[in-house]
């Protein structure tokens, strides 16, 4: 089968199409085959490839497979899910560095699979699993009943987008910072007012303008880090991005990042709303996987807005 590897640490040129042996139906005890036919490029592709996570994980030596989304038909039956069924998922890399996505044919755990809606199309079903979850679990993490108001940075990208709708669907009041031009799109996705990206002084200033005592909670997927604390009340929440970004805590605000956990029921009620088009997706660019590097470049170029999908 064919896989993109990662042949050494450093820009998108090191991403080389190569095979490797398919997996057989058991050679992983307690996962199950799926063959893709699309996987995404996130932000932690990118800085995997670049080598900023080689010094926390130091056995892992490319050549190795990156990845984290998939959407595919099961080779073998898992629990509730026949062989042949279309599912998505991702699957938390970290866990098991190497054993990405970038792959035609991958061995996942049954608990990360979701069946995807005959109304989401591939493409969709692919820019879903990693980004609606983390922006899912990063809301719980929050936990600020409804009617609190809550900042979400980044709001035009895709964890980003996913978090508004989220937030507006739990009943928060959502103050979004949004790229040039996004504004009236996120007011749509539900976001009460919105805050044109500036410098962190002006972002802050504009946040306090809409909500003069401060915000209940912030969600950072921009990672704006330690400004964007002067927009929180005393005793309010913060969650990170990303663990390089949380804040030192003061006025007992709670600050913390977490890491998605991949959970194929949270995602099965995601892709349902994706279905009744209660929840949209966010596709900037569609290319064949042997163009992973060009996809990469393109991530990195910034400016596009929506995910990066690879095609097998
Ligand atoms: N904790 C977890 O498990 C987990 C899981 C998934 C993702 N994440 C994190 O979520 C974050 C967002 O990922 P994504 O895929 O949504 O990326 P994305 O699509 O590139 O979106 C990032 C957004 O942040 C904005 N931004 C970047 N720097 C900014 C700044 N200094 N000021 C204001 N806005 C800024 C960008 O605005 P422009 O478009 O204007 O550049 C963009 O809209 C990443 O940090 C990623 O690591 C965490």
């Known amino acids: 089968m064919r896989v993109v590897e990662v042949t050494a640490y450093g820009g998108?040129?090191?991403?080389?199409?190569?095979?490797?042996?398919e997996p057989e139906a058991g050679a992983v005890p307690g996962e199950v085959r799926v063959k893709l036919k699309a996987t995404t490029v996130n932000k932690a592709d990118l800085a995997i490839r670049a080598g900023e996570y080689a010094d926390v994980m130091p056995d892992l030596k490319p050549p190795f497979v990156l990845g984290f989304d998939f959407v595919g038909r099961l080779l073998d039956p898992a629990p509730g899910l026949a062989a042949g069924q279309r599912v998505a998922g991702f699957v938390p890399w970290f866990q098991r560095p190497g054993r990405g996505t970038y792959a035609e044919v991958i061995t996942v755990?049954?608990?990360?699979?979701?069946?995807?809606?005959?109304?989401?199309?591939?493409?969709?079903a692919a820019s879903v699993p990693f980004s609606s979850q983390a922006a899912h679990q990063a809301l719980e993490h929050l936990a600020l009943p409804e009617g609190s108001v809550v900042f979400i940075s980044g709001a035009s990208g895709v964890v980003g987008r996913?978090?508004?709708?989220?937030?507006?669907?739990?009943g928060l009041r959502v103050i979004a910072l949004s790229h040039e031009g996004g504004e009236g799109e996120l007011k749509v996705l539900g976001a009460e007012h919105v805050v044109r990206r500036d410098g962190p002084e002006v972002v802050v200033a504009e946040v306090l303008r809409h909500a003069p005592e401060g915000v209940h909670g912030v969600f950072d997927p921009a990672r704006m880090a330690d400004p964007l604390l002067a927009v929180?009340?005393?005793?309010?929440?913060?969650?990170?991005?990303?663990?390089?970004?949380?804040?030192?805590?003061?006025?007992?605000?709670?600050?913390?990042?977490?890491?998605?956990?991949?959970?194929?029921?949270?995602?099965?009620?995601?892709?349902?709303?994706?279905?009744?088009?209660?929840?949209?997706?966010?596709?900037?660019?569609?290319?064949?996987?042997?163009?992973?590097?060009?996809?990469?470049?393109?991530a990195e170029s910034g400016g596009r807005l929506g995910r990066i999908v690879l095609v097998m």
């Open 232 to 298: 929180v009340k005393d005793g309010g929440v913060f969650i990170a991005g990303h663990e390089s970004s949380v804040p030192e805590a003061e006025r007992d605000i709670r600050t913390h990042a977490f890491s998605t956990a991949s959970d194929g029921a949270r995602l099965k009620e995601i892709l349902e709303r994706v279905a009744e088009r209660r929840l949209t997706t966010q596709v900037a660019d569609v290319l064949p996987l042997e163009e992973a590097a060009e996809g990469h470049r393109r």
């Open 109 to 124: 755990d049954p608990v990360w699979l979701a069946p995807v809606p005959d109304e989401v199309d591939v493409v969709d």
């Open 162 to 170: 996913f978090a508004v709708q989220h937030a507006a669907e739990r």
């Open 12 to 21: 998108p040129e090191v991403l080389r199409m190569a095979h490797r042996p």
